[in-house]
């Protein structure tokens, strides 16, 4: 089985153009392909994952990725899948954002010389000359297909600004560079980003000629890409401080049952012959086969090590006698106690991060949402002394969320 074949086995592959002339170059390592990431954060989240791996499997196979940062199109904003206009960066907020999605990428993709590239679109967009740019590839674009497409029509009724109106033309003249200047012969993408991407494609055959052949894929479905990127409002980062390695096991642990085949073949690198074995595991065995999703991806960001501590800790919580030493952690001072040398169950969720405010925290312990050493709370003002907390305490959010105390 070549690649490519693999890739539509995995459910990674939506649509494409030219599929013979794709498969063909895929397959043969012959590809040259891009990926854009707007710097909208300071860090990846699991909703880049699956175009993360899909680099790296494409690398393994000996094509050639190119990781396009969008330092010039985050000054634009991307209407794709918004209700709402995102909010404007300063170049200093998106340049030290951009850096740290190099740093991340790294653990991913191999840089060098015959390797994978890294480039900047800030480096040709913002020297464009406007008036410029508007007589050269301005006749290229039709208003009429632009309105049509999906990624616009869901905001007109609600108001699509200009700013955002020229997002189509700046991602499809990236296509356009990179084919110029660094031979790049593809591009992938969320479905999501269909219409921008076939208008890289169209600007390449009119500006360069109909023998130009640039190839456009686009992969998983726009909502399960967002489904994979948020939990519970809150994105999945891939950087350790704004997610440690336990709550990102715990994120893919508890994925939904009708889910976990489906991102164990779309983000694993488990052989197909495995995957498919567990197509008719049920019940327990799901349960199984979650460990095991969150188990390989955890590894894959954060390492074997942090991955053995992130599945103890879990199976401490889940199946009872295991080391609960690596379950996340918050420590309780001195200065934490008030002057009956006492602190609410209340202020340390606060204090760990569970909740958002003293009232978030009230409706959970009334609405039975928290547990105290397993042990259910109904009392808001519930309290615990320094004794109490000597040799330890875990609070339980929910099904999923656990946190230890200690001193």
């Known amino acids: 089985m070549g690649v490519y074949e693999e890739l539509i086995e995995r459910g990674l592959i939506a649509q494409v153009t030219n599929e013979e002339e794709i498969r063909t170059m895929v397959n043969s390592g012959k590809a040259k392909f891009y990926i854009g990431f707007d710097c909208t954060a300071d860090s990846l989240t699991a909703g880049h994952f699956m175009a993360l791996t899909l680099m790296k499997r494409l690398q393994m196979a000996g094509n050639q990725p ?7 199109t985050t000054m634009i904003g991307d209407p794709s899948g918004r209700t709402d206009m995102r909010k404007m960066l300063t170049r200093e907020d998106i340049d030290h954002n951009a850096e740290c999605f190099k740093k991340q990428m790294e653990r991913f993709i191999e840089f060098g010389e015959g390797k994978a590239l890294m480039v900047n679109n800030a480096d040709w967009l ?13 006749p290229c674009f039709s208003v009429n297909n632009m309105l049509r497409a999906e990624c616009y029509k869901q905001r007109l009724e609600k108001g699509l600004s200009f700013l955002e109106f020229n997002y189509m033309i700046m991602q499809s003249y990236d296509f356009y560079y990179l084919f110029k200047n660094y031979g790049c012969n593809m591009q992938f993408g969320g479905d999501d980003q269909w219409s921008n991407m076939l208008g890289g494609t169209e600007l390449i ?22 489904k994979m990127g948020k939990t519970a409002g809150n994105a999945v980062w891939l950087d350790p401080k704004k997610t440690s390695p336990y709550d990102f096991y715990q994120y893919w642990r508890n994925v939904e049952d009708a889910d976990v085949l489906k991102c164990i073949r779309m983000l694993t690198f488990l052989p197909m012959d495995e995957i498919n074995s567990m197509n008719d595991w049920e019940g327990a065995q ?3 086969a979650k460990e095991i999703l969150a188990y390989e991806l955890t590894k894959l960001v954060h390492g074997e090590e942090e991955a053995e501590k992130a599945q103890s800790a879990a199976r401490a919580l889940f199946s009872g006698g295991a080391d609960d030493s690596n379950m996340p ?13 006492k602190i609410t169950v209340i202020s340390m969720m606060t204090k760990a991060g569970m909740i958002k405010s003293n009232g978030e925290g009230r409706r959970l312990i009334q609405q039975g949402g928290i547990s105290l050493d397993d042990k259910k709370i109904s ?16 609070i339980k959010k929910g099904k999923k969320v656990f946190i230890k105390f200690t001193l």
């Open 66 to 72: 190119i990781a396009l940062i969008g330092g010039g």
């Open 126 to 138: 913002l020297n464009l000359n406007y008036v410029e740019v508007l007589r050269d590839v301005g």
């Open 205 to 226: 055959r009119k500006k360069l000629g109909k023998d130009a052949h640039a190839m456009t894929i686009t992969l998983l479905t726009d909502s399960q890409g967002r």
């Open 286 to 288: 799901l349960n199984k």
């Open 329 to 341: 952690t918050t420590v309780i001072e001195d200065a934490d106690f008030d002057e009956d040398g």
């Open 379 to 394: 009392d808001v003002w519930t309290s615990l002394t320094k004794d109490d907390i000597a040799k330890s305490v875990i």
